[in-house]
């Protein structure tokens, strides 16, 4: 996972806080900071802050969202010197998702995404168990779920429906 900037003053510490805290638009339970996509927090001598952000993938629709909401979480803090960067590379991963997000997934309802293979690759994924009663005995309905980056899968043991989030 990525983590905050070098720079280590009591602004910038508590600067990385306020945008660490900031809620994921699409899976409300995750914030910027488990969901990996918060790469870097700076805040000058004047107090302007700058925040780096990757998408999960390019044109994903909650970016402005969630650039809007930054700027909402500072401003509610009293500072409105604030610019967000998208940054595309290095790439997002799913491996950059902490464990706790991971978990926060799973108790959401959401399969969190398995391990990648060796080399980064993606492995084929065979069975995801349900989050609901735990079954390996799953399918993938859709290969898009409720957004780009989810599945819908069934279990065939409760017969109920859950999102798989996608290993990328």
Known sequence: MVTAS????????????????VLDPEVPVLTIE????????????????????????????????????????FAAAGNHDVSVEFVLAPAWTTDWMSEDGKRKLKAYGIAPPQPRGSGGAVSLILTVRCTLCGSPDTRELSRFGSTACKSLWVCNQCKEPFDYFKAI
């Open 6 to 21: 070098t720079v280590s003053t009591p602004g910038t510490t508590r600067a990385w806080e306020i945008a660490a805290s």
């Open 34 to 73: 488990d969901l990996g996509i918060l790469r870097e927090v700076r805040e000058d001598a004047h107090g302007h802050v700058h925040v780096q952000i990757t998408p999960t993938y390019s044109g994903c629709p909650a970016m402005d969202a969630i650039r809007s909401d930054i700027e909402q979480a």
